[in-house]
């Protein structure tokens, strides 16, 4: 294995938390509350899920726990543009 797949790996990794989102798919929800059990910070994701609503706490790692434990695949990452500069003009 080449140690800049690795690094490219990581790298893509990292983006992918810092500039997404964790975004329900509320029709497929059935209300299991396994993503909320194995949230490391406590965020009741389950509700989130129910409504339909991205996770935008503050406090979300955005780690993938609960994307990796929803047996039904209600859960994923979303890019969002809330922490890309904006060029400014003038």
Request: hydrophobic share 30%.
């Amino acid at each position: 294995m080449n140690i800049r797949y690795i690094f490219q790996q990581e790298k893509t990794r990292r983006q992918a938390l810092v500039e997404g989102t964790v975004f329900p798919d509320s029709a497929r929800c059935v209300q299991c509350g396994i993503c909320s059990f194995n949230c490391p910070i406590g965020i009741n994701v389950r509700s989130h899920a129910w409504c339909g609503q991205p996770i935008q706490d503050s406090h979300c790692l955005t780690c993938g726990e609960c994307i990796n434990r929803c047996p039904r695949g209600v859960l994923s990452f979303v890019r969002t543009n809330l922490y890309t500069r904006q060029s400014q003009s003038g």
